[in-house]
């Protein structure tokens, strides 16, 4: 057995439940809360979400199938759980985040955002990627998922995924040199 | 297990895109999240149990709604009964249906119809079976020659009008 499946198993287990959370919120703590934080922008926005990750990991772990791993099975509540408090919050969060200027403002103002101009301008580039490019672009380029797990979280074939990362690479390398 | 190991991933963070985290974030998330959890859990211990209690205090109050309601149901047939019996004697009194029924609320002129129509039926029926009966007591008196007529004329008379 994997150490995936004995995790898998010990979650499982009443018994071994406690102990078993708190190993997988030390492998995947770290992770989940950066692949929220570029989704909800701040890190207070991303503190609560990531807790409620967790949460709903814990409430699901007795139905988890193992149809995907253990991994994508949490990225995507993370991604779900993300995009409900964007929703949930919808008039002061997600026009915001669709909106480039207001991006970078509620950006700017996060008391946790310490960038100068260069990551300044990544991040407005970034921003005016379509939802797609930029969701996929920054699952791989920053989280290091594969095609086939990106494709599994959100959703999307990989050959659908594969052209929007490559085209948001190259917008990327053209205005980063411009 | 993919257990990738992301290091450098709060580092790579804050060096691309200048996001940064309060100083041992990670380790006061992770008992903020154990709190939460066990908070959670608890909650849902404290829901699960009053659901017995719930459905056994929704059963008592559906055993006493029907007793209620078959009590109800027997003590509305009743007053019917009392009523079809009032109404009768008042269509006995009244000469006049139409007069009577002046006197009957809306809500009772069914019970009063049903009442009056069934006397009709038992009046007609009880004058019909005396008429009949007249026939044939008459006929005792009747010559045998023209018996044969009487019978046809009484009964056209009395049965077939």
């Known amino acids: 057995m994997n150490s995936e499946a004995q995790l898998i198993e010990n979650l499982k287990n009443p018994k071994l439940k406690n102990e078993a959370f708190k190993e997988?919120?030390?492998?995947?703590?770290?992770?989940?809360?950066?692949?929220?934080?570029?989704?909800?922008v701040t890190h207070?926005?991303?503190?609560?979400?990531?807790?409620?990750?967790?949460?709903?990991?814990?409430?699901?772990?007795?139905?988890?199938k193992a149809n995907s791993t253990l991994h994508t099975w949490m990225y995507r509540i993370a991604y779900n759980e993300s995009i409900r408090y964007l929703k949930k919050n919808k008039f002061k969060l997600l026009q915001s985040i669709s909106n480039e200027t207001d991006y970078l403002k509620n950006l700017t103002e996060d008391i946790y955002f310490n960038g100068e101009d260069v990551q300044l301008k990544l991040h407005n580039?970034?921003?005016?990627?379509?939802?797609?490019?930029?969701?996929?672009?920054?699952?791989?380029?920053?989280?290091?998922?594969?095609?086939?797990?990106?494709s599994e979280i959100l959703n999307i074939s990989e050959n659908t995924l594969k052209s929007s990362y490559y085209s948001a690479v190259k917008t990327i390398e053209e205005k980063i040199i411009i | 297990m993919d257990n990738k190991a992301h290091?450098?991933?709060?580092?790579?963070?804050?060096?691309?895109l200048g996001l940064d985290?309060?100083?041992?974030?990670?380790n006061t998330s992770k008992d903020s999240i154990l709190n939460a959890v066990a908070e959670n859990k608890q909650r849902t211990v404290f829901t699960l149990r009053p659901i017995i209690s719930y459905a056994v205090a929704a059963s008592i109050i559906l055993l006493l709604g029907i007793g209620y309601w078959l009590q109800n149901n027997t003590s509305q047939i009743n007053p019917d009964i009392n009523n079809t019996e009032e109404f009768s004697s008042l269509i006995m009194d009244a000469e006049d249906f139409l007069v009577s029924s002046l006197m009957i609320d809306d809500k009772d002129i069914n019970?009063?119809?049903?009442?009056?129509?069934?006397?009709?039926?038992?009046?007609?029926?009880?004058?019909?079976?005396?008429?009949?009966?007249?026939?044939?007591?008459?006929s005792i008196f009747i010559e045998d020659s023209i018996i044969n007529i009487f019978i046809e004329d009484s009964l056209i008379e009395n049965v077939v009008l």
């Open chain 2, 21 to 26: 985290i309060p100083e041992d974030f990670f």
């Open chain 1, 24 to 40: 997988l919120l030390d492998i995947y703590q770290e992770r989940l809360y950066w692949h929220i934080r570029k989704i909800v």
């Open chain 2, 7 to 16: 290091k450098n991933i709060t580092k790579l963070h804050k060096e691309k």
């Open chain 2, 111 to 138: 019970t009063y119809m049903d009442a009056f129509i069934l006397n009709e039926i038992i009046v007609e029926a009880e004058l019909e079976e005396q008429a009949l009966e007249n026939i044939f007591i008459n």
């Open chain 1, 125 to 150: 580039i970034i921003s005016k990627l379509s939802e797609k490019q930029k969701r996929v672009f920054q699952m791989k380029y920053f989280d290091d998922l594969s095609f086939r797990e990106i």
């Open chain 1, 44 to 64: 207070d926005n991303a503190n609560d979400v990531l807790q409620n990750t967790f949460i709903n990991v814990f409430k699901g772990i007795p139905n988890f």
